[in-house]
Nanobody, 116 residues
Framework: QVQLVESGGGLVQAGGSLRLSCAAAGSIFSIGTMAWYRQAPGKQRELVASITTSTSTTNYAGSVKGRFTISRDNAKTTLYLQMNSLLPEDTAIYYC?????????WGQGTQVTVSS
């Protein structure tokens, strides 16, 4: 199993930046992919960005490409999401995700609010 704890959310003005962190514990060396998802009020949860643990290959949703950057520390215990040029439509609860085989593990989420 994997335990995930997010931090770094908050309130920011449009055009500003935030950096989210996700601390992972447990069977971290079995993780295949880590990702950030978000869910806005009344909308479905959507993938924001992902990174593979073996090759560090990244993937981004079109709406955040060029503005957000996903990364991991060398110890592979912390996942980051650097968010620049934030827009009001980026407002959502952001969730950290890790996948081991067919199993998904989730953090509790961190609120990001972007004011116009």
């Amino acid at each position: 199993q994997v335990q995930l704890v997010e931090s770094g959310g908050g309130l920011v003005q449009a055009g500003g930046s935030l950096r989210l962190s996700c601390a992972a514990a447990g069977s971290i060396f079995s993780i295949g992919t880590m990702a950030w998802y978000r869910q806005a009020p009344g909308k479905q949860r959507e993938l924001v960005a992902s990174i593979t643990t073996s090759t560090s290959t990244t993937n981004y949703a079109g709406s955040v490409k060029g503005r957000f950057t996903i990364s991991r520390d060398n110890a592979k215990t912390t996942l980051y999401l650097q968010m620049n040029s934030l827009l009001p439509e980026d407002t959502a609860i952001y969730y950290c995700n890790s996948r081991i085989g067919a199993w998904d593990y989730w953090g509790q989420g961190t609120q990001v609010t972007v004011s116009s």
